[in-house]
């Protein structure tokens, strides 16, 4: 294992998704959201799982002072986190709920957004039909999920390749195939799909790979549960440190109309 080249200790969620927020990827495909979601002044705006806030703020700029922005989460301490960042913000509400029952009434929003965030929920299928309920007609929801069954890391054995891609797929994320799957998904819960956009950030830099996928992490997993050798972790943590590196997996964007 190399610790010189890999970040070993898990971060804190709030700060993991306020780094990604920040990273040019982050700020790449959210602006494609938010572009997507074409938010309205006046309007009232969801923010499905929002977290600890980190996108709170940039809703509220775009419904602006005459709108309402919504955001709900179903973990307290990130609740509390978004509203010590909003507190500022008398057009911000935070809400501690359960997106498969969304403490809010039928038709009472204009648009509503989720972020990597139906790859981990229990029923993705129950969540996009309650948010179907809230959105009035001619309502929009913007989702972002990545496809980890498309992560693609090279290496020179191509099958430990595909032994590590077959863990986090298998073990790691609840709904790792949710990217895909979200047009379906989403015409399936009442919802016309007009637009799929596939972003698929390329990464050539080992340390700003593993910033987003915790590499090392997930290989001490992978090598715990089975699907890797020590022999096979080892050799393929040296070459992601050593050789040169290229990982790539596929961001879907799906545009929903209620």
């Known amino acids: 294992m190399t610790p010189k080249v890999f970040e070993t200790v898990t971060p804190r969620p709030s700060a993991y998704l306020d780094r990604l927020a920040a990273s040019d990827l982050g700020r790449f495909y959210k ?44 973990d307290r301490a990130a609740v509390d986190a978004a509203r010590e960042r909003t507190a500022g913000r008398g057009t911000v509400a935070v809400h501690l709920g359960d997106l498969h029952g969304l403490p809010l009434a039928d038709r009472t929003a ?41 992560l693609a890391i090279d290496h020179p054995d ?63 997993r992978a090598l715990a549960a089975g699907y890797l050798t020590d022999e096979a972790a080892r050799r393929w943590l040296a070459h992601l440190a050593d050789g040169p590196f290229l990982a790539a997996v596929t961001f879907y964007i799906v545009v929903a109309d209620s």
Request: with cysteine; charged share 30%.
């Open 31 to 74: 602006g494609r959201m938010l572009d997507a979601l074409d938010v309205r002044p006046g309007q009232t705006v969801v923010d499905l799982g929002c977290g600890p806030g980190t996108d709170l703020d940039a809703l509220a700029e775009a419904a602006t002072s005459t709108g309402t922005v919504i955001g709900v989460d179903h």
């Open 110 to 150: 204009d648009r509503a957004r989720t972020d990597r965030v139906l790859q981990h929920v229990a029923d993705p299928a129950l969540v996009l039909r309650e948010t179907h309920r809230v959105l009035r007609p001619g309502g929009r929801l913007v989702m972002g999920e990545p496809d980890w069954d498309t």
């Open 158 to 220: 191509s099958d430990l390749s595909r032994s590590y891609t077959r863990y986090v797929t298998d073990e790691v994320v609840r709904n790792a195939r949710i990217g895909r799957q979200l047009p379906r998904l989403a015409a399936e819960a009442g919802f016309q799909v007009p637009t799929v956009i596939p972003v698929t950030p390329v990464f050539r830099d080992v340390r700003a790979a593993d910033e987003v996928l915790g590499l090392e992490r997930t290989t001490r």
